[in-house]
């Protein structure tokens, strides 16, 4: 079992930064791909950012690319998502999660609030 907890959100203006932070607990050898998703109000859950734990490779919504960078430290067992730019219709619930093997993202946060205000 993998076990993720986020921090770091929060409420900014449009335009501003915010960093989240997963760290990552548990079998974390059997990782095979961990990623931030995000649920505004209303909506569904989207995948924001992912990352291959071994091999670095990552991936990018649309919607962020550019803007939203998504890294890992290992020696601190943790993963993060530079958010820059900030919009209003970033505005979400973001969690973190984990994938063992090549099923469906398995564990999962708590989430962290982040509010953009215009």
């Known amino acids: 079992q993998v076990q993720l907890v986020e921090s770091g959100g929060g409420l900014v203006q449009a335009g501003g930064s915010l960093r989240l932070s997963c760290t990552v607990s548990?079998?974390?050898?059997?990782?095979?791909?961990m990623g931030w998703f995000r649920q505004a109000p209303g909506k569904e859950r989207e995948a924001v950012a992912s990352?291959?734990?071994?091999?670095?490779?990552?991936s990018y919504a649309e919607s962020v690319k550019g803007r939203f960078t998504i890294s890992r430290d290992n020696a601190k067992n943790m993963m993060y998502l530079q958010m820059n730019s900030l919009k209003p219709e970033d505005t979400a619930v973001y969690y973190c999660a984990a994938r063992e093997g090549f099923g469906e993202y398995g564990s999962w946060g708590q989430g962290t609030q982040v509010t953009v205000s215009s």
């Open positions: 548990g079998r974390t050898f059997s990782i095979n791909r």
């Open positions: 990352m291959s734990w071994s091999f670095l490779s990552t």
